[in-house]
């Protein structure tokens, strides 16, 4: 009987670890998330203007992978 109390105590213990563990993962992803699709957003919308003004598209993605080397040259660093 005392086996079978101890054995209940840790598992509700070990369920309630997991179950903060869980919560702080689901806030972090949350986090997460939520920056993402801000930056994604903004980059989407700035990709539909410059597609609404065909001449304007080759330039902007010229200058996003121009943006992008900077960052890999500086990230570098």
């Not at 563990?21 to 998330?33: C, D, I, M, N, Y």
């Not at 609404?52 to 010229?62: N, S, V």
């Amino acid at each position: 009987m005392t086996q079978l109390n101890l054995y209940t105590e840790e598992k509700y213990e070990d369920e309630e670890d997991m179950r903060e563990r869980a919560k702080t993962l689901v806030h972090q992803f949350r986090g997460h998330e939520r920056s993402r699709s801000d930056s994604e957003v903004a980059l989407q919308d700035l990709i539909q203007l410059a597609k609404q003004h065909g001449e304007l598209y080759p330039t902007m993605l010229d200058i996003l992978k121009n943006y992008g080397q900077i960052l890999q040259r500086d990230v570098g660093m």
